[in-house]
Protein backbone atom coordinates (compact mmCIF):
# COMPACT_ATOMS: atom_id res chain seq x y z
CA UNK A 1 0.00 0.00 0.00
CA UNK A 2 1.19 3.61 -0.85
CA UNK A 3 2.26 5.72 2.00
CA UNK A 4 -0.38 8.75 1.58
CA UNK A 5 0.67 11.38 -0.22
CA UNK A 6 1.62 14.82 2.11
CA UNK A 7 -0.27 17.91 1.15
CA UNK A 8 0.32 20.97 3.27
CA UNK A 9 -2.11 21.14 6.44
CA UNK A 10 -4.56 24.03 6.28
CA UNK A 11 -7.42 25.31 7.81
CA UNK A 12 -9.80 25.86 4.90
CA UNK A 13 -8.84 23.71 1.88
CA UNK A 14 -12.63 24.04 0.32
CA UNK A 15 -12.65 25.67 -3.19
CA UNK A 16 -15.88 28.11 -2.11
CA UNK A 17 -16.94 27.57 -5.19
CA UNK A 18 -16.99 24.15 -5.29
CA UNK A 19 -14.91 21.84 -7.05
CA UNK A 20 -12.67 21.10 -4.32
CA UNK A 21 -10.03 18.70 -5.92
CA UNK A 22 -10.36 15.21 -3.48
CA UNK A 23 -7.34 14.16 -1.42
CA UNK A 24 -5.09 11.38 -2.54
CA UNK A 25 -3.84 10.22 1.04
CA UNK A 26 -6.76 9.89 2.92
CA UNK A 27 -10.34 9.99 2.68
CA UNK A 28 -12.60 7.88 1.06
CA UNK A 29 -15.71 7.99 -1.24
CA UNK A 30 -17.59 5.66 0.14
CA UNK A 31 -18.57 4.42 4.12
CA UNK A 32 -18.27 0.57 3.18
CA UNK A 33 -14.77 0.78 1.05
CA UNK A 34 -11.80 -1.30 2.81
CA UNK A 35 -10.92 0.92 6.35
CA UNK A 36 -7.25 1.25 6.25
CA UNK A 37 -7.21 3.90 8.90
CA UNK A 38 -9.41 5.28 11.55
CA UNK A 39 -9.41 7.71 14.27
CA UNK A 40 -10.42 6.56 17.87
CA UNK A 41 -10.78 9.05 21.18
CA UNK A 42 -9.61 7.53 24.27
CA UNK A 43 -11.38 6.81 27.33
CA UNK A 44 -9.02 7.72 29.65
CA UNK A 45 -11.29 10.76 30.81
CA UNK A 46 -14.78 9.11 30.30
CA UNK A 47 -17.41 10.59 32.83
CA UNK A 48 -21.41 9.13 32.53
CA UNK A 49 -22.88 12.50 32.33
CA UNK A 50 -26.56 13.18 31.65
CA UNK A 51 -26.10 14.00 27.78
CA UNK A 52 -29.55 12.56 26.51
CA UNK A 53 -32.36 11.10 27.52
CA UNK A 54 -30.60 8.07 26.16
CA UNK A 55 -27.36 8.47 29.00
CA UNK A 56 -29.74 10.09 31.55
CA UNK A 57 -31.80 6.60 31.82
CA UNK A 58 -28.96 4.77 32.62
CA UNK A 59 -27.40 7.27 35.11
CA UNK A 60 -30.82 6.76 36.73
CA UNK A 61 -30.75 2.54 36.55
CA UNK A 62 -27.37 1.60 36.70
CA UNK A 63 -24.41 4.13 36.01
CA UNK A 64 -21.30 3.17 33.77
CA UNK A 65 -18.40 1.34 35.60
CA UNK A 66 -16.10 3.35 33.93
CA UNK A 67 -13.44 0.66 34.27
CA UNK A 68 -14.91 -2.05 32.78
CA UNK A 69 -15.81 0.10 29.76
CA UNK A 70 -12.38 1.65 29.59
CA UNK A 71 -12.06 -2.50 28.61
CA UNK A 72 -14.58 -2.64 26.33
CA UNK A 73 -13.17 0.20 24.73
CA UNK A 74 -9.88 -1.72 24.59
CA UNK A 75 -11.45 -4.58 23.37
CA UNK A 76 -12.82 -2.60 20.11
CA UNK A 77 -9.51 -1.10 19.53
CA UNK A 78 -7.80 -5.07 19.33
CA UNK A 79 -10.60 -5.72 16.98
CA UNK A 80 -9.49 -2.59 14.70
CA UNK A 81 -6.42 -4.21 14.79
CA UNK A 82 -7.01 -7.67 14.19
CA UNK A 83 -8.30 -7.00 10.63
CA UNK A 84 -5.41 -4.25 9.92
CA UNK A 85 -6.71 -1.31 10.81
CA UNK A 86 -4.18 1.48 11.86
CA UNK A 87 -5.82 3.23 14.46
CA UNK A 88 -5.07 6.87 15.38
CA UNK A 89 -5.89 8.36 18.92
CA UNK A 90 -7.01 11.97 19.39
CA UNK A 91 -4.25 13.12 22.42
CA UNK A 92 -6.75 12.50 25.76
CA UNK A 93 -7.17 15.63 27.34
CA UNK A 94 -8.53 15.63 31.03
CA UNK A 95 -10.85 18.08 30.30
CA UNK A 96 -12.77 16.18 27.69
CA UNK A 97 -14.63 13.80 29.08
CA UNK A 98 -16.76 12.65 25.86
CA UNK A 99 -13.79 12.65 23.44
CA UNK A 100 -14.00 8.88 23.34
CA UNK A 101 -16.79 9.80 20.71
CA UNK A 102 -14.53 10.39 17.55
CA UNK A 103 -17.70 10.14 15.02
CA UNK A 104 -18.48 13.80 16.69
CA UNK A 105 -16.39 16.48 16.26
CA UNK A 106 -15.28 16.03 13.05
CA UNK A 107 -15.84 14.76 9.77
CA UNK A 108 -13.07 13.09 7.59
CA UNK A 109 -14.69 13.79 3.46
CA UNK A 110 -12.86 13.49 -0.10
CA UNK A 111 -11.68 16.90 0.79
CA UNK A 112 -10.40 16.97 3.72
CA UNK A 113 -11.57 17.09 7.84
CA UNK A 114 -14.89 18.90 8.61
CA UNK A 115 -14.61 20.57 11.86
CA UNK A 116 -17.74 20.67 13.48
CA UNK A 117 -19.62 22.70 16.22
CA UNK A 118 -20.54 20.73 19.08
CA UNK A 119 -24.11 21.64 20.81
CA UNK A 120 -22.88 20.74 24.23
CA UNK A 121 -20.54 23.05 26.43
CA UNK A 122 -18.63 20.12 27.45
CA UNK A 123 -17.85 18.69 24.19
CA UNK A 124 -16.39 21.93 22.72
CA UNK A 125 -13.26 21.94 23.01
CA UNK A 126 -13.11 18.21 21.15
CA UNK A 127 -13.33 20.35 18.04
CA UNK A 128 -10.26 22.03 19.07
CA UNK A 129 -8.81 19.08 19.95
CA UNK A 130 -9.61 17.68 16.45
CA UNK A 131 -8.17 20.85 15.13
CA UNK A 132 -4.76 19.89 16.56
CA UNK A 133 -4.71 15.66 15.78
CA UNK A 134 -5.16 16.42 11.92
CA UNK A 135 -2.45 19.28 12.20
CA UNK A 136 -0.62 16.66 13.32
CA UNK A 137 -1.68 13.40 11.23
CA UNK A 138 -1.15 15.71 8.44
CA UNK A 139 -4.75 16.04 7.13
CA UNK A 140 -5.86 19.56 6.20
CA UNK A 141 -9.00 20.78 7.18
CA UNK A 142 -11.58 21.05 4.32
CA UNK A 143 -13.69 23.81 6.38
CA UNK A 144 -15.00 24.38 10.01
CA UNK A 145 -19.07 24.83 10.78
CA UNK A 146 -19.52 28.57 11.39
CA UNK A 147 -23.46 28.56 11.39
CA UNK A 148 -24.98 27.09 14.82
CA UNK A 149 -24.47 23.88 15.73
CA UNK A 150 -23.34 20.19 13.65
CA UNK A 151 -22.34 17.68 15.08
CA UNK A 152 -20.62 14.30 12.79
CA UNK A 153 -23.11 11.45 14.05
CA UNK A 154 -25.34 13.83 11.60
CA UNK A 155 -23.07 13.46 8.42
CA UNK A 156 -24.23 10.11 7.25
CA UNK A 157 -22.08 9.20 3.45
CA UNK A 158 -24.72 6.80 2.38
CA UNK A 159 -22.92 6.21 -1.31
CA UNK A 160 -20.38 8.24 -2.84
CA UNK A 161 -21.07 11.26 -3.77
CA UNK A 162 -24.60 11.42 -1.22
CA UNK A 163 -25.08 12.21 2.12
CA UNK A 164 -28.10 12.20 4.52
CA UNK A 165 -27.64 14.60 7.12
CA UNK A 166 -29.35 14.52 10.52
CA UNK A 167 -31.55 17.42 12.44
CA UNK A 168 -32.35 16.99 15.70
CA UNK A 169 -32.23 20.37 16.63
CA UNK A 170 -30.83 20.13 19.86
CA UNK A 171 -27.05 18.93 18.19
CA UNK A 172 -27.51 20.20 14.85
CA UNK A 173 -28.94 22.80 14.34
CA UNK A 174 -30.57 23.54 10.46
CA UNK A 175 -28.50 26.45 10.10
CA UNK A 176 -25.40 24.02 10.92
CA UNK A 177 -26.90 21.52 8.48
CA UNK A 178 -27.64 23.34 5.66
CA UNK A 179 -24.19 25.39 5.65
CA UNK A 180 -22.78 21.86 5.37
CA UNK A 181 -25.61 20.65 2.82
CA UNK A 182 -24.38 23.94 0.60
CA UNK A 183 -21.10 23.17 0.34
CA UNK A 184 -21.55 19.57 -0.71
CA UNK A 185 -24.13 20.87 -2.77
CA UNK A 186 -21.40 22.89 -4.58
CA UNK A 187 -19.16 19.98 -4.93
CA UNK A 188 -21.86 18.14 -6.97
CA UNK A 189 -23.15 15.93 -4.24
CA UNK A 190 -26.50 15.21 -3.48
CA UNK A 191 -27.46 15.93 0.24
CA UNK A 192 -30.97 15.20 2.38
CA UNK A 193 -31.58 16.91 5.90
CA UNK A 194 -33.27 13.79 8.09
CA UNK A 195 -35.21 15.57 10.48
CA UNK A 196 -35.25 13.67 13.83
CA UNK A 197 -36.57 14.15 16.81
CA UNK A 198 -34.00 15.34 19.55
CA UNK A 199 -34.66 11.71 21.58
CA UNK A 200 -32.48 9.70 18.56
CA UNK A 201 -29.31 12.21 19.54
CA UNK A 202 -27.64 11.72 15.67
CA UNK A 203 -28.93 10.26 12.89
CA UNK A 204 -26.38 7.30 13.20
CA UNK A 205 -28.41 5.86 15.85
CA UNK A 206 -30.99 4.63 13.27
CA UNK A 207 -29.47 4.39 9.46
CA UNK A 208 -25.65 3.20 9.20
CA UNK A 209 -24.22 1.90 5.49
CA UNK A 210 -22.90 -1.93 5.71
CA UNK A 211 -22.24 -3.09 2.17
CA UNK A 212 -22.46 -1.29 -1.03
CA UNK A 213 -26.29 -0.76 -1.47
CA UNK A 214 -26.96 -2.74 1.98
CA UNK A 215 -27.93 -0.25 5.01
CA UNK A 216 -28.60 -1.00 7.88
CA UNK A 217 -32.29 0.99 9.22
CA UNK A 218 -34.05 1.18 12.34
CA UNK A 219 -37.09 1.04 10.16
CA UNK A 220 -39.83 1.95 13.80
CA UNK A 221 -37.95 4.72 14.07
CA UNK A 222 -36.86 6.16 10.88
CA UNK A 223 -39.23 8.31 8.50
CA UNK A 224 -40.45 6.53 6.36
CA UNK A 225 -39.61 8.89 3.34
CA UNK A 226 -36.43 8.31 4.10
CA UNK A 227 -36.19 4.49 4.14
CA UNK A 228 -38.26 5.07 0.75
CA UNK A 229 -35.25 7.67 -0.76
CA UNK A 230 -33.10 4.39 0.26
CA UNK A 231 -34.65 2.02 -1.08
CA UNK A 232 -35.08 3.51 -4.85
CA UNK A 233 -31.51 4.14 -4.68
CA UNK A 234 -31.72 -0.01 -4.41
CA UNK A 235 -30.66 -0.10 -1.47
CA UNK A 236 -31.77 -2.90 0.59
CA UNK A 237 -32.32 -3.41 4.33
CA UNK A 238 -31.72 -4.99 7.15
CA UNK A 239 -33.99 -3.86 9.66
CA UNK A 240 -32.56 -3.39 13.47
CA UNK A 241 -35.05 -3.63 16.07
CA UNK A 242 -35.98 -0.31 18.02
CA UNK A 243 -35.42 -1.90 21.23
CA UNK A 244 -31.78 -2.74 19.92
CA UNK A 245 -31.10 0.79 18.46
CA UNK A 246 -32.11 2.10 21.59
CA UNK A 247 -29.03 0.26 22.87
CA UNK A 248 -26.41 1.28 20.04
CA UNK A 249 -27.47 -1.93 18.33
CA UNK A 250 -27.52 -0.19 14.71
CA UNK A 251 -24.47 1.62 15.74
CA UNK A 252 -21.56 -0.73 14.21
CA UNK A 253 -18.80 0.01 11.84
CA UNK A 254 -18.47 -1.10 8.53
CA UNK A 255 -14.87 -2.31 7.31
CA UNK A 256 -15.78 -3.10 4.11
CA UNK A 257 -14.66 -6.41 2.64
CA UNK A 258 -18.03 -8.17 3.98
CA UNK A 259 -16.44 -7.61 7.44
CA UNK A 260 -18.29 -5.36 10.35
CA UNK A 261 -17.29 -4.61 14.20
CA UNK A 262 -20.59 -4.58 15.52
CA UNK A 263 -21.59 -4.63 19.45
CA UNK A 264 -22.24 -8.22 20.71
CA UNK A 265 -25.98 -7.15 22.27
CA UNK A 266 -27.22 -6.49 18.89
CA UNK A 267 -28.28 -9.84 17.54
CA UNK A 268 -30.84 -9.42 15.48
CA UNK A 269 -28.79 -7.60 12.78
CA UNK A 270 -25.37 -10.48 13.63
CA UNK A 271 -27.56 -13.33 12.87
CA UNK A 272 -28.06 -11.55 9.24
CA UNK A 273 -25.09 -10.44 9.14
CA UNK A 274 -23.47 -13.75 8.88
CA UNK A 275 -26.03 -15.40 7.26
CA UNK A 276 -25.29 -13.48 4.32
CA UNK A 277 -21.50 -14.20 4.56
CA UNK A 278 -19.92 -11.47 6.50
CA UNK A 279 -17.81 -11.42 8.92
CA UNK A 280 -18.37 -9.79 12.41
CA UNK A 281 -16.37 -9.03 15.54
CA UNK A 282 -18.82 -8.93 18.19
CA UNK A 283 -17.37 -7.06 20.94
CA UNK A 284 -19.27 -6.18 24.58
CA UNK A 285 -20.28 -2.92 24.68
CA UNK A 286 -23.15 -2.83 26.81
CA UNK A 287 -21.49 -0.50 29.86
CA UNK A 288 -19.64 1.98 27.18
CA UNK A 289 -22.54 2.56 25.46
CA UNK A 290 -24.35 3.48 28.94
CA UNK A 291 -22.66 6.77 28.23
CA UNK A 292 -24.73 7.60 25.34
CA UNK A 293 -23.11 6.06 22.19
CA UNK A 294 -21.76 3.28 20.19
CA UNK A 295 -19.27 1.57 17.72
CA UNK A 296 -19.86 3.78 15.17
CA UNK A 297 -20.27 7.23 17.06
CA UNK A 298 -16.45 6.06 18.85
CA UNK A 299 -14.71 5.92 15.17
CA UNK A 300 -13.92 8.07 12.58
CA UNK A 301 -12.87 6.43 9.33
CA UNK A 302 -9.25 8.58 8.07
CA UNK A 303 -9.21 6.52 4.81
CA UNK A 304 -10.33 3.63 3.56
CA UNK A 305 -9.39 1.95 -0.06
CA UNK A 306 -11.91 1.09 -2.65
CA UNK A 307 -11.75 -2.26 -4.03
N1 LIG B 1 -22.63 9.91 16.97
C1 LIG B 1 -23.18 9.69 18.15
O1 LIG B 1 -24.33 9.29 18.26
N2 LIG B 1 -22.45 9.99 19.24
C2 LIG B 1 -22.83 9.69 20.56
C3 LIG B 1 -22.46 10.75 21.51
C4 LIG B 1 -22.73 10.34 22.93
C5 LIG B 1 -22.45 11.43 23.94
N3 LIG B 1 -22.78 10.97 25.24
C6 LIG B 1 -23.27 12.65 23.63
O2 LIG B 1 -24.45 12.63 23.99
O3 LIG B 1 -22.79 13.60 23.03
Not at 94 to 103: D, I, K
Not at 121 to 130: D, F, L, S, V
Request: charged share 20%; aromatic share 8%; glycine share 10%.
Amino acid sequence: MNAPLREPFSLRRRNLSGGTKPLTGWGFANETDRLTDVLLGSPANLRHLSTSSLSRKHLREAPCNIQVAQSQHAEMVAAYEHFGVKVHMHAPESELPMQVYARDSSVMTPYGAIITAMAQWWRRGENYAAIRSYEKLGIPIYDMVTAGTFEGGDFNVIEEGCVLIGCGGARTQEEGARQVAGWFEAEGWETRIAFIDEYYVHIDLMVVPIAPKLTAVCLTCTEPGIVEWLRAKGHEIIDVPFQDTMALGCNFMSLGGDRVIAPKSSQALIGQLRARGFEVADIDMSEISKTGGGIHCMAQALRRDAA
